[in-house]
């Protein structure tokens, strides 16, 4: 019964939200009950009344970083240009690093940081939230994400969650590898190797076998860091890499 309903219902909801459904069509799709009415006006409610209590949970750190006033601008650029009227609220967090881009491109005054600390916790989010694909044997974590700062945005944020209040991001050039784990789920953040880096290049189109080769690395030393991404699940146990 679970399994029949549930879409109808979140379709019938994506409609009432969006406006392409009106109440009364939304209750008929569903069958009618005396509480039918309530109920759809209440998870409506929920979704329209709570978008920037979403925000502001999400982003927690920006807004720390940036301050009530830049906060309050992006959430109100992107809260223009994304209308809350999806059933899967969550989704409504996606894209605030666009939003906090275009503030601080329109204000000289305030930090580049902001935005990389928005992209920074808005992929956090999307590893948490979001399903994806499983992970082939053969190939690379399908939630793998490659990020580079200027700025040591993850140094930043972990020591503001542990409490303290450091003056200033550090500036310097980082390189984060953030995925989730295929058999416990949780997420991962390492700063790879030079050959892990390549090998992922690889693994992604980015490199041939012949780019690959012209690199001109150890065997010995590929090899430790297959093993080493295989390890860390970052590509699948038949992941083969470059022959070389």
Known sequence: MIEQNLPQFFRAMTAFLDGTGSLQDT??????????HEQFYWYRSMVQGNPLRLLETVYDIVKTHAGDDIFKQICIDHLT??????????????????????VVARDSTIPVTVGYLADWEELLFQLRTFATAPMQ??????????????????????????????????????????????????????????????????????LSVEEFRKVDLPTATVDSALAALKKKQIVGADFAGPLL
Do not use: C
């Open 27 to 36: 209750i008929l799709s569903m069958g009618d009950s005396p509480s039918r």
């Open 137 to 206: 044997a053969d190939g690379l974590n399908p939630t793998l994400e490659l990020r580079q700062y200027s700025f040591d945005v993850r140094g930043y944020r972990n020591a503001v969650r542990k409490g303290e209040k450091p003056a200033i991001m550090e500036e310097r050039d980082v390189i984060y590898l953030a995925y989730r784990q295929v058999d416990t789920s949780r997420i991962k953040v390492i700063k790879p190797s030079v050959p892990e880096l390549l090998l992922i290049a690889f693994g992604q189109g980015e």
């Open 81 to 102: 240009n994304q209308k809350p009227d999806h059933w899967d609220l969550p989704r409504l967090a996606l894209g605030f690093r666009e939003s906090a881009e275009k």
